[in-house]
């Protein structure tokens, strides 16, 4: 008896789990107007489905991608690097700036994780590769190639939020390092805005070792920027809806 029940808890939370990511997916989708919900999922199975989840190249979402362009918001972009919490707390609050997840295809698959298997037509969410267990994993892949397709139309001002408690704000394993950064190509980019975030503790500022590689990083022409602001102050601007987006920092 024990055995039968062990057996049909176990069946039952797995079938959960491979069941979740649908929902959530819908859901989310169902916030914006205008698209096919369930096209757009079976457009995104399609990449990874039946497929070894480590042997997923960015390439393989190029369809999904396709299904809902990213829209460059000049001037209002932000990226990001070791402050996700902060960031999105910001820009669900505030009105100020759009974050890769703030688009239909960050917000679909942010925070979740997924994969599939071969000989199998199933999507799981668990027993998938970890982010660093192998280069071209399923959910590592996607947010290369959605970072890839949100930098393309990044244009005039861009700005990106770095963590000043950290030794290295800037590091070169990072999406925004490895990728965003190497495609903001001038004119279409004006300038890029560091805001650097000190947390509890201040572990470094805006002449950072890596900051200094950052600049070389950037593409002739465009201007750089390095700020630093406490994280105290972002919160500020997080609750305070009438202070204009100017002067957060
Ligand atoms: N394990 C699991 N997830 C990871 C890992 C890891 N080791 N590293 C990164 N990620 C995923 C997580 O979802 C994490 O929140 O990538 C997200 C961003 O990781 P960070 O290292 O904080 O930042 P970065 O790699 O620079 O990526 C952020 O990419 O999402 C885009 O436009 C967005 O500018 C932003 C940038």
């Not at 049909?8 to 919900?37: H, M, W």
Request: proline share 5%.
């Amino acid at each position: 008896l024990l055995l039968i029940i062990v057996t049909v808890v176990l069946g039952l939370s797995l079938r959960q789990n491979t069941d979740k990511l649908n929902p959530t997916f819908i859901a989310r989708c169902q916030e914006f107007k205008g698209y096919d919900c369930e096209k757009m999922w079976d457009v995104f199975e399609q990449a990874y489905v039946g497929r070894d989840p480590c042997d997923v190249p960015m390439e393989a979402y190029d369809p999904f991608i396709a299904a809902a362009p990213l829209k460059p918001a000049c001037n209002r972009m932000m990226f990001w690097s070791k402050t996700k919490d902060l960031v999105h707390d910001f820009t669900e609050k505030r009105d100020c700036y759009v974050t890769v997840e703030d688009s239909l295809l960050g917000s679909v698959l942010d925070g979740l994780t997924w994969c599939g298997k071969e000989g199998s037509s199933e999507t799981f969410t668990t027993g998938c590769p970890g982010w660093t267990d192998c280069v071209n994993n399923t959910v590592r892949s996607f947010w290369n190639r959605v970072s890839t397709a949100f930098s393309d139309v990044a244009c005039g001002d861009v700005t990106a939020m770095l963590n000043g408690s950290i030794v290295t704000p800037f590091h070169p394993a990072s999406i925004f390092a490895s990728i965003e950064v190497k495609r903001f190509d001038f004119p279409r980019v004006k300038s890029l805005n560091v805001v650097l975030v000190t947390q509890n503790k201040t572990v470094t500022n805006c002449t950072n070792a890596s900051l200094k590689d950052l600049q070389k990083e950037l593409d002739q022409g465009i201007t750089y920027n390095c700020e630093e602001v406490t994280e105290t102050q972002i919160q500020d601007c997080s609750s305070h809806p009438e202070k204009p987006c100017g002067a957060c920092w």
